[in-house]
Every structure is written in C-alpha cells, then in structure tokens.
C-alpha cells in the first residue's frame, strides 16, 4: 500500500476530495500495515488519529486479514467511531453495556469473519467469557490491536483505569508480529515512558500540541453565585454551540437549571442522567439512551450548551464547537488540555474559559483520597475471602463494611495483578494462593504526583504568560512561541470578566433554592432488621413520602451556615425561616404536613428538637416529640453500605406518641445515607400516623 492509495482511502472516509493527509498520519499508517510495528501516536485532539486506524483496517480487510479490535473506553467514542468507520465500508460492531442483548449475534459475526471492526470497553477484558468465546478463537488473525486513549493503561495518566491493565496480558496472547496501535492526545514525557514500559518495543510518534483556533483565558470568582452570574451574562453572546465542565453531578444539574431559568437552552450531562422519556424495553429509565440524545442534540446544534462533567470527554466529536468553558477547575493542566481541546476542531476561532472557585480545592481533596483504596480496605477484603467459601458483592458488604464502590475499586485493582489475589466464578469471589502486599511508596508517590498537578493547575490560573505555551509546556511539547490568540498575549480580555451585580444576586438567591429531593427507599437489606422484622421490599403504606433536604453540607447557599451553626450547637431563626420557606412557597407537600416531629439523638439531645419546634411555630402547626432513642448505635455516617446502615438501626427508635392519620413533617439536621428518616417513617406510619414527609438542613452524603 503507498501513500496516494492510503489517501484515496481517506477522501472517502471524509467525503473531502481534496483532502490530503496530515503530518504523520501516513507515517502511522504505514508503520502499521507495511512494517507491522507496535506505535504509539501522541497527537493532538483533532488530529485525526481515528482516521489512521480505520484506513488501516479497511486495507488490512481488503488483503483478507482478520478483524481489527480497538479497546476504547467511553460509550460516546464507541457511538461517534461506528459512524465514521461506515463511511469506509467498515462493518464495526461493539460489545459494551449497553447492548448485551445483541453479544450473542455479534459474537456468531464475528467468528464468521462477518466483521471489519470489534470496539469494546476495557471491562470486557475482565470477562473470561467474552476472552474465551470471542478473543482466544480469533486471536491467530487479529490484522490490529488498537489501544484508544492509551494514558488510562498508565497510573501516571490523569484518567488511570485498571483494566486497561489487562491489555498487557492479552498483547501477549497475540502472535508477535501483530501490529499495535496505541493512540492519545494527553500523555507526557512520564506517561509515554510508562507505557512503553508496559507495551515493550514500541515507537513513538508525537506530533506538536498547539491548537492554533484556541484562545483562552482564565478567571478567578471564588464564589459560585458571581460564576453563575457571569455564565449567564456572557453564553447568549457566544456564537455556536459549546461545553461546560463542572466536576460533580449535583453542579451540572444546579447549573443547567440557572442557564434555563435565564432562557439559555442547557442540559445536564453526566454519569447515570436519565430522563422519563427514554426507557429501555423493560420500561426503566436508560442513561444511554439519554445521554445519546444529549450528545445529538449538542451535534445538531439544537440545544446551545451542554453542562457535563467528564463523562463528556474522551472521543466527542464535534469540529464546529465553538467554546468550552470550565465551571470549575479539573485536577491537572493535562486533563485541562484534553477537555478544552473538544473546542474549535473543525473552525478557525474558538474560545476555552478555566474559572476556578473555592469549593474546588475540597473536591479534588475527595478525589484524591478516593482514588486508590486503602490498605486496610484491601486486607479486610482479602481476609473475609480467605475466611469463606467464596463470597458475592453482597456477602462482602456484610463481611467489611465498605461501599459497594469500595469493594469494586478493590477487586478491579487485585484482580488486574498478574497472577492475581483473586479470582472470580460465576458470581462469587476466592481467594487464591497468591500473595499480595500493597504498594504503599508508589501510591504515595502517585498521589503526591497528583497534588503537584493540582499546584500546577493554580500556577496555570495565575500565570501572566502565553496560555497556550503553558499548556504545552506542561505536556513536554516545549515551544516558546506565543499563540497571539490568549488574553495573556493581547493584553486584554477575550470576554469581560465583569459581573452584573443584579443577576449575582440573583444567582445567589438561587442558590439557596436549590434544594434536593430525598427519594424514598423501599429495598432494605435481607436480615439486617431481625428486631423490626422488615425484609424485601418495605410495604408501600410504610415507605417515606419523597422529602426534601434544604442544602450540601458546607456548600454555597445554607450549606456553610448548616456548618457552622452545627458547630456551635444551635441552628438560628435564618434556617427556621429558609426551611419554612422551602416547605410553604417551593415543595408544598399535599396533603400538607398537619404536625412535626424529629430525629432523637443522645450525643445532642436538644439541637435538633429545637430546631423543630421552632420549624413548627413557623409552620403553625404542633410539634410532637413523638420518636425516642431506646439504644445506643455506632455513628450512622459510619455505616458503608446498606447492610451496615440497616442493621446498625434496628431496634434503636421507639415511636411513643403520634396523631392518628394526620400527615406528619419528620425533621433531622444532616442527611447521609437516608435510611434513619426511612426507618423512623416506617415507624411512625405502623404506629398509626399518616404519610411522612422527611426533610433536612444538609446532605452530606458523597452522592450530592
């Protein structure tokens, strides 16, 4: 295959007869489909690195070799790389979440040769199945191995994923000579150097990281109701259609709906969003289809900004997005890179905003510590399983203690290692004979690593230099020549910075309506109530009424006052008014609320009590203390997981008194896992009182 052939190839794949290849994709190309190398591409988003490897595939195809499998590690690269291999005649298919219906048929196509291109999840990897049904039986004629966003098989990369782990082992099983394409836009010096580690012999391409259509500039407003404000004064000037990142979910939903309330059309996007009207065939609520249509309408142009954390990230194409602005400031200048590099693809001008506020320092404080387990997690797991017969999920849960996310983040990490501490059958999970000792100095280090990132980030925001060089620089592509385009070079703002005084106000009076709901819980856990006798399902004349909790903990808003009036042991009239306030003008619960009651404590027995009668004095309607402590329990915001938060309340709460059938306000302070005010509805409701509806000042709960 030359050069002109290759290119022909890809005219058509970009239905752009006078297209021409762009330095170092035909150099990839044939590296890989004449010389048969392994490579690893360091090219800019944009680039075109799809391009390289489905060109490739199609001329693999067409010398009648074997398929080509690309591990790619978001749906939304999966969607946006079937389309443009079609335009090459390239039948692809993917094995992922989503469509576990169809592996059945698309394993048969594959085993027939019926297809061109297998993209799959980095977790399908950890399928035995899947390795021993589809990998082992073609892996003879595997024509390329393609290793998409390949930072994540390095723990030095900003977005580590351990069962990029197990690409490793599977290379291994592949004949020598199988070409091996890896591809990234964000991996430094320290990142290319681990991979190549892993991967053996492999040659490195990098190619310059300068988007010249990018101009950027960065803004310090520390408090969210000035950024919210500006948001929504700046966005309607901003021509096209863009992004914002936000790092939670809880901020993607509050912002989106201050920009809607502005008459800016937005959506949130991330990680488990659902809308009613997207059901899958079972009638449930699906986020991918949801969150496919997000992605489309985005695409389309229909809605003018989505507002995503990175779940929106890796692999969205859109070349005529003309600004992403940050909310709040990702973790490292890498990551940074990657997100604003989604801007300004396929057009001359385009616009990347980093803002940073005083709530970020803290969330990346909870990433940081929650990236890698504990030690202790990892031999608490390891000792339940030695001590049993094999154990599922939810067997470990009542074992440890921990959050279900907390066992998966152990398993995936010991399961990865090779050989491995442990092994899985069917649903159940062993011990094996291997010994395993955590590397402490380098997750220390490695966290350390990731501190420094942080640093770097502020440096970035403060920094008076060219913008666009920094970031360069930080991805070891030294240049000093300034971009002309950022603020930094012109001297000047690319968009005002100045904020309506008016609309701040606003946004902060919003704020502190930006209540959440709690929803009701009906599942309790299988023998955790042995006193109370709940099990399966709560009956539904039981169950909690949807409540309302008024603030996050510590948060923009009441959040901060909820502290601090937490600390000192008394909640002040401002709150009574505001959860007052909340009840009558926003929630209006119907039937309404005919008296209150509240969570007993014994470590502050007047503190919530208080604050309730008080609430009922407002309402105008009677306080009743009609729920006692009869035991002492472990501190609830202990307990992990759903096991622990049921079992360490039964037997604790006793109902002494209530008005019969008259709907009732059930009051606490801080609300984690839900499950006291569940409990205490349940209660209340067998001891004759009508439907309960829980409210609280605060969520402290890792979810919000």
Known sequence: MNRDEAQQLLK????????????????????????????LVVQ??????????????????DRGMGPTIIVSPLLALMRNQIESAARLGI???????????????????????????LLISPERLANDQFIETVLQPIADHIALMVIDEAHCISDWGHDFRPDYRRIVNILRQLPANTPVLGTTATANNRVVEDIQTQLGDIQIQRGPLIRESLALQTMVLPDQASRLAWLAQVIPTLHGTGIIYVLTQRDAEMVSKWLMQNNISARAYYSGVTHPNFVNSEGKEDTHLYRQYLENELIENNIKVLVATTALGMGYDKPDLSFVIHYQAPGSIVAYYQQVGRAGRGIDNAIGILMSGIEDQNIHEFFRDSAFPSEVQVNEILQVLENSDGLTLRGIEEKTNLRNGQIDKVLKLLSVENPSPVIKNSSRWFRTAVHYQMDRARIAHLTGQRIQEWQEVQAYLNDAGCKMTFLRNALDDYDP????????CLGLPIINVMTDPVLAHHAATFIKHAEMVIVPKAQVAANAFMEYGFRGSLPVQLRAQEGRVLSRWGDSGWGRLVADNKHVGYFCDELVDAMAEMIQQRWQPNPAPRWVCCVPSRNHPNLVPNFAHRLAVKLGIPFVDAVSKVKDNQPQKGQQNRFHQCQNLDGVFHVTRVYSGEPVLLVDDIVDSGWTLTVIAALLQKAGSGVVYPAALASSSVKD
Not at 481 to 488: D, E, F, I, L, V
Request: hydrophobic share 35%; charged share 20%; aromatic share 8%.
């Open 12 to 39: 058509t794949a970009l239905a752009n007869p006078v297209v021409e290849f762009r330095d170092g994709q035909w150099e990839a190309i044939d590296a890989l489909v004449n010389h048969r190398q392994k490579l």
């Open 91 to 117: 039948i692809a298919e993917t094995m992922n979440s989503t469509n576990t219906d169809d592996w059945q048929l698309v394993t048969q196509r594959i085993l027939n040769n019926q297809v061109d291109c």
């Open 481 to 488: 020549t300034p971009c002309g385009k950022c603020a930094s």
């Open 44 to 61: 800019r988003t944009g680039w075109g690195k799809s391009s390289v490897y489905f060109i490739s595939t199609r001329i693999f195809r």
